[in-house]
């Protein structure tokens, strides 16, 4: 059975290729342009994953994840943080809750074996009950 990854990304480029590149992984994918509409997806769909921008309009990255982690409808899905910030920021998001991290660049465009790489370890991690990182 195909696994679901929500991108919540307002970057339509970056949404774009992830997409595409995750569906070709064999992945099924579901797009959210805002942090708003992001909120509504998870819960709609509870995919098995949440690539999660932290620059969004209407509700921030930060708050998207807060109040996934608070719900219990979506608090077990891991959510990977995607975001141009200084990976120094990785710390604080595992401890709100974000699974992993990857830095978006302009590099990070052009290939994206990296990230369908954390997604399947992430999901495996996942599967496996293994704890999340202190």
Partial sequence: MKKTVLIVEDSRMMRTVTERDLARAGYCVITAADGEQGLRCARQNSPDLILLDM?????AGLDVLRALKSEAQT????????????SSNAEKLVADG????Y????????NTSKLVDLIQS????????EPKPA
Avoid at 75 to 86: N, Q, R
Avoid at 98 to 101: E, M, S
Avoid at 103 to 110: N, T, V
Avoid at 122 to 129: E, P
């Fill in 103 to 110: 830095e978006k660049s302009d590099e990070s465009l052009k």
């Fill in 55 to 59: 620059l969004l309009p209407k509700v």
């Fill in 98 to 101: 974000a699974a992993g991290f």
């Fill in 122 to 129: 992430t999901l495996a991690k996942h599967a496996s009950g």
């Fill in 75 to 86: 608090k077990a899905i891991p959510v990977i943080v995607l975001t141009s910030l200084s």
